[in-house]
């Protein structure tokens, strides 16, 4: 199952940077990538939760590392809504940031797959 994050995750990332792409180019199948942003929005969430399912005493760290993981697609959405509108997505990159490198660090800080520590 943490492959299947990881994978997850990852796809999500591209997609998201391919759908800011082709929203400021007004491309109207950017409508098309944002759907199928979202469908990897749900699986990411979908294998982080089977992730915290199979943890069997789940810490606090690991409910940080699942809010966090839950902020990074808030942010996404907030970026891809403000340049929508025109206005100014500066907040919503700069929490994309904060929120993808605690992410990050927590997920591989924590102990299950890669043990890069
Ligand atoms: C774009 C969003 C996300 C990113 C970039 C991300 C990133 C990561 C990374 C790098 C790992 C570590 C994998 C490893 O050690 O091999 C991980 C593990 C995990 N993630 Fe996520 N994640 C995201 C979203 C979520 C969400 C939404 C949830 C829960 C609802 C979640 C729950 C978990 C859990 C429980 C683990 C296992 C922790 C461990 O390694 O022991 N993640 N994630």
Redesign the pocket.
Known sequence: M?HA??TS?FI??VLFFIAVLMQRQGAGKAKIVQMVLRLFYIL??AT??F??HS?ASISTL?WL??LA??W??GAMEMVLAAEKKGKSAAAGWTQWVIA?VV??FL??L?????DLF
């Open positions: 943490t994050h990881i995750w999500t990332i990411t969430i982080g939760v992730l915290l943890i690991y590392k699942a993981g839950l990074v697609i993808l992410t990050l997920g591989l924590l102990p299950l797959g890669f």
